[in-house]
């Protein structure tokens, strides 16, 4: 059973666009909910990550929208670049981590 | 530090043989985790070590799969024998404190491993 739902699977946005990503999960326990991003041959390495208590972060261009009641979260990336191109993986830890099954984003230049 | 140090990175096998991976998680870190990644189920927990002791194990697909942890700076993770379904790409993290403390994962460049 996937504990954390993610969308799109995949994702091409023109250079300057926005990229929104979802997530979605049912356990309210969890109490983290990072995103990491991939590129091809190398392992996630995280990106921005946030706490149940604040429904916004921002860092740069990227932003992570959080609304608990829906259990819900998205990450935004604004003026997307090629260089963002990557697959992207929403978790949420309470324990351990549980990932999302990964977008893949292009951004066509 | 030269960050967490996995290999092989490319494995090719046949079915029955065994395989092992290896790992050198980042000094200091507590934690180290397997995971494995494939295209259908992305990212998949198969067991994680506090201190060099295996804490859940529940995400080892099956009795083929062994991991162990003899000290803090290495970790293997054995398939016995292999199947052509184990193909992914192996992963393993480190961190230096408890998941549920914002704690940051920081994976290696991952094992292709490859059976045949």
């Known amino acids: 059973q996937q504990q954390v739902k993610q969308s799109p699977q995949s994702l091409i946005v023109q250079k300057g666009g926005i990229s929104i990503i979802n997530c979605a999960y049912e356990n309210t326990a969890f109490d983290y909910f990072p995103w990491y991003q991939q590129f091809p041959g190398k392992g996630p390495a995280l990106l921005i990550a946030?706490?149940?208590?604040?429904s916004e972060k921002k860092e740069g261009r990227f932003t992570i929208s959080f609304n608990k009641s829906a259990k819900q979260f998205s990450l935004h990336i604004m003026d997307s670049q090629p260089g963002d191109s990557a697959t992207y993986f929403c978790?949420?830890?309470?324990?351990?981590?549980?990932f999302g099954t990964g977008t893949s984003l292009t951004v066509i230049p | 530090d030269a960050g967490v140090i996995q290999s092989p990175r490319h494995e090719v096998t046949e079915m029955g043989q065994e395989v092992t991976l290896r790992c050198k998680p980042i000094s200091g870190h507590d934690y180290l985790f397997w995971y494995r990644q494939t295209m259908m189920r992305g990212l998949e927990l198969l067991i994680y070590?506090?201190?060099?002791?295996?804490?859940?194990d529940s995400g080892m697909p099956e009795d083929r799969f062994s991991a162990k942890m003899p000290n803090a700076s290495f970790s293997t993770l054995k398939i016995q024998p292999s199947e052509p379904r184990d193909s992914a790409v192996y992963f393993c993290?480190?961190?230096?404190?408890?998941?549920?403390?914002?704690?940051?994962?920081?994976f290696g460049e991952g094992s292709r491993l490859t059976v045949l």
């Open positions: 070590f506090n201190n060099n002791v295996p804490i859940d």
């Open positions: 993290a480190s961190s230096p404190i408890d998941s549920s403390n914002t704690g940051e994962l920081f």
């Open positions: 946030i706490r149940p208590d604040v």
């Open positions: 978790a949420a830890s309470e324990n351990q981590f549980y």
